[in-house]
């Protein structure tokens, strides 16, 4: 195998975000295929005793176990931190196997967490129900709220945990802000990049310590696999997550690793053209229904903040339908946007949290992120944008809207 990148990594370094999306962390092997190899091994055996004996040794480097390096989970790995100017990435099993070994691996028993409380819902579990498990205490604040995060901290407050854009609700957070205050306490600040990906938006660069992603959104770009990662410094990921991952084993499987790897290729044009649809709709919905949350819209409380910390608005926006009854008529009347709960993918999906992602918290925690009953969180894919706004425009106009 060889790294087809060199192994000079100033040499990537240098390379424009196009080109790392397209060839960066590419490995060949001696029959010097084009397309990245699909290696499906767990083991790999060794031409004398001494060769293991040195890798286990860690003087030499190699391939020992499939939970420990793969070259196709490695090619990802590389690409992901290139594009998001990590120091280095290591790729999980899906999203949730990243936002936990995100926390777990640096968190200990009388920590505590400040979160956004705007999330994913497995991500708002993990703070609220799994990390006290383990005495890890946490607070939850309007990420929105600059000031709240400074109020929130404690003496052992040791890491900021937030979306932005958050998951359903669209809530923006001050990447540079909020980052800046958590460096300047000696708090890990992790950012929940699933929404933009590096293709839109890079919270290293203001500041953030730890990014961390459901690949099985925009990365995969095409409801393929689920999949997970977590950048850092070189530092953070082998000292602190390794060392977490190795003896837990959250891996990825390499074929997983292998579509988003394709998918990376992609990334940047259809996150751009997904979000030009996406404004193209949210311009059409606006006024059409009584409430909409999309960051690329003017009506978005934080707009101009969504606007400087990202290229483009996403894919993903939600709007109110006043009540349940209204949502789940609008979305029995589509015909070509489909009902489902995944976003991220080519396809135009459409769906109610209350009663899906978000339907396993309590109504008062469903309330205070203002997940409401009439709420509808649609992701816009790569269709013509016309008949999506066809498809809108029929099923509104069926319930007189
Ligand atoms: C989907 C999602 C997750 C979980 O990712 P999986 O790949 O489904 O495990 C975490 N955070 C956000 C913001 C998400 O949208």
């Not at 390379?15 to 590419?26: L, N």
């Not at 205490?137 to 990420?143: L, R």
């Not at 996150?271 to 690329?296: D, Y």
């Not at 608005?313 to 709007?319: E, L, V």
Request: hydrophobic share 45%; net charge negative.
């Amino acid at each position: 195998m060889k790294r087809t990148t060199g192994t000079d990594r100033t040499v990537t370094r240098n390379w424009r975000s196009a080109t790392r999306a397209v060839r960066g962390g590419t490995w060949r092997s001696e029959l010097g295929e084009t397309s990245e190899a699909l290696f499906l091994t767990s083991g790999y055996s060794y031409e004398d005793a001494e060769t293991p004996a040195a890798r286990f040794a860690g003087e030499e480097q190699g391939m020992t176990y499939s939970r420990l390096q793969n070259p196709t989970v490695a090619m990802l790995e590389e690409r992901i931190a290139l594009l998001d100017g990590a120091g280095a990435c290591r790729a999980q099993a899906s999203g949730m196997a990243a936002m936990t070994a995100a926390l777990l691996c640096q968190l200990s028993a009388g920590d505590h967490v400040v979160a956004a409380r705007a999330a994913f819902g497995s991500c708002r579990w993990l703070v609220d129900n799994l990390l006290p498990r383990f005495g890890i205490t946490g607070t939850t604040i309007d990420s929105a709220d600059n000031d709240a995060w400074e109020r929130a901290i404690r003496p052992e407050t040791k890491v900021f945990f937030f979306e932005t854009p958050a998951n359903p609700t669209l809530d923006v957070v001050d990447l540079e802000y909020v980052c800046g205050l958590a460096r300047a306490h000696g708090i890990t600040a992790v950012v929940d990049n699933a929404f933009a990906t590096p293709a839109l938006q890079r919270p290293l660069e203001f500041g953030a310590d730890v990014v961390a992603y459901s690949a099985t959104k925009l990365m995969d770009g095409q409801g393929r696999v689920l999949a997970g990662a977590v950048c850092g410094s070189e530092e953070f990921i082998n000292d602190v997550l390794l060392p977490f991952q190795r003896n837990t084993g959250p891996n990825i499987a390499p074929f997983n690793a292998w579509v988003v790897l394709k998918g990376l290729e992609t990334l940047s044009l259809r996150a751009h053209r997904q979000s030009e649809n996406s404004l193209a709709i949210g311009q059409f919905l606006e006024g059409r229904v009584p409430r909409i949350l999309h960051p690329g819209l003017a009506s978005h409380p934080r707009h101009a903040l969504a606007m400087r910390q990202m290229e483009a608005c996403g894919p993903i926006f939600a709007f109110d339908m006043g009540s349940r009854e209204q949502a789940f008529a609008l979305l029995n009347a589509l015909e070509l946007i489909d009902i489902s709960n995944n976003i991220g993918d080519a396809r135009s999906l459409m769906c109610h949290p209350a009663s899906t992602t978000h339907a396993a918290m309590s109504e008062e925690a469903r309330a205070e992120m203002s997940v409401t009953e009439g709420l509808l969180r649609i992701n816009v894919g790569l269709e013509d944008a016309q008949d999506l706004m066809e498809d809108l425009d029929r099923a509104l106009g069926r319930l007189n809207m």
